[in-house]
């Protein structure tokens, strides 16, 4: 019985806070006018993807350089013995 009664209580608790929660009223409309930013497509993808893509292109070459390097020492290696 003491659980039932925590279960009851609980819901009621819950149904309160929900109903403190959303009977809130609605914030005051926007002024209206114009977006923010203008012409619409107001999303800066450029400067972020392209640095991005210029760091994914130095550190593949860095890579590249790496193995290049490291074959050409095994090689050597390989020739003086």
Same mark, same amino acid.
């Given at each position: 019985?003491? /659980? /039932? @009664?925590?279960?009851? &209580? !609980?819901?009621?608790?819950? !149904? *309160?806070?929900?109903?403190?929660? !959303?009977?809130?009223? #609605? #914030?005051? #409309?926007?002024?209206?006018? $114009?977006? +923010?930013?203008?012409?619409?497509? *107001?999303? +800066?993808?450029?400067?972020?993807? @392209?640095?991005?893509? &210029? &760091?994914?292109?130095?550190?593949?070459?860095?890579?590249?350089?790496?193995? !290049?390097?490291? &074959? $050409?020492? @095994? $090689?050597?290696?390989?020739?003086?013995?």
């Amino acid at each position: 019985m003491k /659980f /039932f @009664s925590k279960i009851i &209580a !609980f819901s009621i608790m819950l !149904f *309160c806070f929900n109903q403190l929660m !959303f009977g809130a009223a #609605p #914030p005051p #409309p926007g002024g209206g006018g $114009r977006p +923010p930013c203008w012409p619409p497509p *107001c999303i +800066p993808i450029d400067g972020g993807v @392209s640095i991005l893509i &210029a &760091a994914g292109a130095l550190y593949g070459a860095k890579k590249s350089y790496d193995k !290049f390097k490291s &074959a $050409r020492n @095994s $090689r050597q290696s390989k020739d003086s013995e």
